[in-house]
């Protein structure tokens, strides 16, 4: 009976539902209780899209390749930072014995399905174009659908593109509308023009005009779009009372601008936004004993509801991530009704064209705004942010630690927020590269000695960095570099929390957390022999994996601003990126990661002569370092010898382009289809060069 829902699509995890599964099978052939669909258009939630285009620099070929490695990858269009996918719209094609028993529908049939796309297997075979304005993908593939699908047919003489991103809106105006009374004042927090005018035509018609609508958007989120303000504004005048322009990730300063334009507080507040701070005014707008609406859980519920609390604010909280059996039908009609004012949107979009909409200043602006920083760590990334929020919840646990990552990412700084945020904050942080101690130094140096220990010991003796750190963090950078001899050393100090000094007959005992980072997995050095399977397991209560640079893309935009105003102050200057120079930042793989980017940049302040670090500035630092990257230095090469050895010219050039390639791609199968060669041929010359 569960293969109504698609159960049998799951194949990862097994047990889960399909909305809820990591991958699905997406396979060409049907059963009774399926249908397929040939695939026309997919509307792609919101957020979901920019975060994919912010990710892909808004670079159109990028953006459709990230699509299609999402769907390739999971079976389906879950975008897992965002947790979202879409909906779609197609033509039917083939329908189980079963399923056609349950539907009007006939082949041939146009059909929008309003189930999320998170659920549905989809296969793409390629996308055609991209509508920016309204988030969709034109594209060639299929879809397969459950006799539980909600699927409808096209609605005769509405556009597909606004029809379907109505419907993509997971609550439902009818609900808010029966809540709304005549000569109402209601706040709309606007994530785009289009939704905005979604609901406020709705309220407007359904209420006989006879209700007041404020509508707030953010200026800098991209929000608007391709619009100005005034143009915005021209398209929504139709619906919308007065429209107000403001920064909503700075919630109290944005209350008192559209406070002191209104002067009172507003009886209810529907918040489409997912933005950080549209909870906070919300909360602060809407007059005690009113309403609020959150179109889905992910906009802020939770946290208006505790905002809220704390205010002692009496509020009516809904959260409308809901379907109804009336839903189609009543978005359709609320369309019907707006269709002459969702056809000069249309016409507007038609006319500016996609060269004004996704440029690359719209671009880096967007991606400034929505930094975040905790401490002086700096980012944007979801990525990013997935880990921040592992890193501060382990802060908490006094455990130990292992941070992976590749060279340059920012393990440090990870080690930074951990002990800044944890209850060892007010003692030593000491931190140690294991890589540069001396095999036969390293016992004195981690455990000290006694005045008089051995020849050249100093007189007093000397604390080991296990007493330096006591009641605080030892960091041991590159412990995959001590000596397994060092590591049985290590461990017993870890069990027991007591040593003694060289030379010392007292037994210390100390109190120390240790975190401990290294390039290679030490899992990976476990299984090599090189590094002690119980020590692995006593460092490894919790492990944070810091991605590399080039899997956190939206991070560059915000790390090369800080690193120009730490500069600028540096050396007296002003200096910024132009657009396209910050483009090329994006373009580029960063193998050297965030160390990588923060020398680049330095270079550039340096390097560019006016103030404006312009794509030639950028280019000439990137080029630069691409060719260190993959071109082997026969200048090098020949210092002390009189003649070429062509094999070894040959090895060595090969050797540094698949290392580059692994670093740049992450995956021996990625790094085969950048050189152009089979992930065996890859594999094979990886082991030879032991790489």
Not at 124 to 144: C, H, M, Q, S
Not at 374 to 382: A, C, G, N, T, W
Not at 588 to 605: I, T
Request: glycine residues 6%; proline residues 2%.
């Amino acid at each position: 009976m569960l293969d109504k829902y698609g159960i049998n699509r799951v194949i990862e995890p097994k047990g889960s539902m399909p909305v809820t599964a990591w991958k699905l099978d997406n396979s060409r052939a049907i059963t009774r209780r399926e249908a397929r669909l040939r695939l026309t258009r997919v509307h792609i939630e919101r957020d979901s899209f920019q975060q994919i285009c912010s990710e892909c620099g808004f670079d159109k070929a990028k953006v459709m390749g990230r699509i299609l490695d999402i769907v390739g990858r999971r079976g389906k269009l879950h975008n897992p930072f965002t947790n979202s996918g879409g909906t779609f719209y197609g033509q039917l094609e083939e329908m189980g014995e079963h399923y056609q028993q349950h539907t009007s529908c006939k082949i041939g049939d146009e059909v929008i399905v309003c189930t999320s796309a998170t659920g549905m297997p989809l296969h793409l075979d390629r996308i055609k174009e991209i509508d920016y304005n309204y988030g969709d993908i034109l594209v060639e593939g299929y879809a397969i659908l459950f006799e539980s699908s909600s699927v409808f047919p096209r609605p005769e003489g509405l556009s597909i593109n606004y029809t379907i991103a109505a419907l993509d809106e997971a609550s439902t105006f009818e609900t808010i509308n029966s809540k709304v009374e005549k000569g109402m004042t209601v706040m709309l927090i606007g994530k785009d023009i289009i939704t905005t005018m979604f609901y406020a035509g709705s309220l407007k018609h359904s209420l006989e005009n006879q209700v007041r609508i404020l509508a707030v958007m953010d200026a800098d989120q991209g929000s608007l779009g391709i619009a100005s303000e005034e143009e915005a504004g021209q398209l929504l005048s139709c619906y919308v009372d007065k429209l107000i322009i403001t920064d909503i990730t700075r919630p109290l300063d944005a209350y008192e601008e559209v406070f002191r334009y209104e002067k009172k507080l507003v009886d209810m507040t529907v918040n489409t936004e997912d933005l950080s701070g549209s909870e906070t005014l919300t909360v602060l707008m809407t007059a005690p004993g009113g309403s609020i609406f959150f179109t889905s859980l992910e906009n802020g519920y939770s946290t208006a509801v505790l905002i809220a609390e704390s205010m002692a604010k009496e509020l009516a909280a809904y959260s409308l991530d809901q379907y109804t059996d009336r839903y189609f039908e009543y978005t359709v009609g609320s369309l019907r009704r707006m269709k002459a004012e969702l056809e000069k949107v249309n016409q507007f979009y038609e006319k500016a064209g996609d060269s004004r909409s996704m440029t690359e200043k719209r671009a880096r602006e967007i991606m400034q705004k929505r930094s975040e920083k905790i401490d002086d760590f700096v980012f944007r990334s979801p990525v990013t942010k997935t880990m921040i929020d592992e890193v501060l919840n382990i802060a908490n646990y006094d455990c130990n630690v292992i941070i992976q990552g590749e060279t340059g990412s920012g393990k440090e700084k990870i080690l930074g927020l951990i002990h800044k945020n944890s209850s060892r904050s007010g003692n030593p942080c000491v931190r140690i590269n294991c890589a540069t101690i001396q095999e036969n130094l390293a016992e004195s140096e981690f455990f000290g000695y006694e005045a008089g220990a051995f020849t050249g010991a100093q007189a007093a003796g000397k604390k080991g960095y296990f007493e330096l750190a006591n009641n605080g963090i030892l960091f041991l950078d590159e412990i995959g570099q001590l000596s397994l001899n060092m590591q049985s050393k290590l461990l017993r100090v870890l069990q027991e929390n007591e040593f003694f000094r060289i030379g010392g007959t007292r037994q210390l005992s100390v109190n120390v957390r240790v975190i401990c980072a290294n390039n290679i997995p030490l899992k990976k050095l476990v299984e090599q022999g090189t590094f002690r399977e119980d020590l692995y397991y006593r460092l490894n209560i919790c492990t944070i994996d810091v991605p590399p640079l080039r899997e956190r893309k939206e991070d560059i935009y915000v790390l090369s601003d800080a690193f120009v105003a730490g500069y600028n102050k540096k050396y007296s200057v002003e200096k910024e990126f132009s657009p396209a120079a910050m483009a090329r930042l994006h373009q580029y793989d960063w193998p050297g990661n965030v160390r990588e980017l923060e020398n680049a940049v330095h270079r550039m302040v340096i390097s560019s002569r006016g103030n404006i670090i312009d794509e030639e500035d950028a280019d000439m630092v990137i080029n630069e370092r691409l060719y260190d990257d993959v071109v082997f230095d026969i200048k090098k090469y020949m210092k002390g010898r009189e003649r070429f050895s062509f094999g070894e010219i040959i090895a060595e050039q090969e050797k540094k382009l698949i290392q580059y390639a692994l670093k740049k791609e992450g995956s021996t199968r990625k790094a085969a289809a950048f050189l152009n060669m089979t992930q065996a041929q890859l594999s094979r010359k990886k082991l030879k060069y032991d790489l």
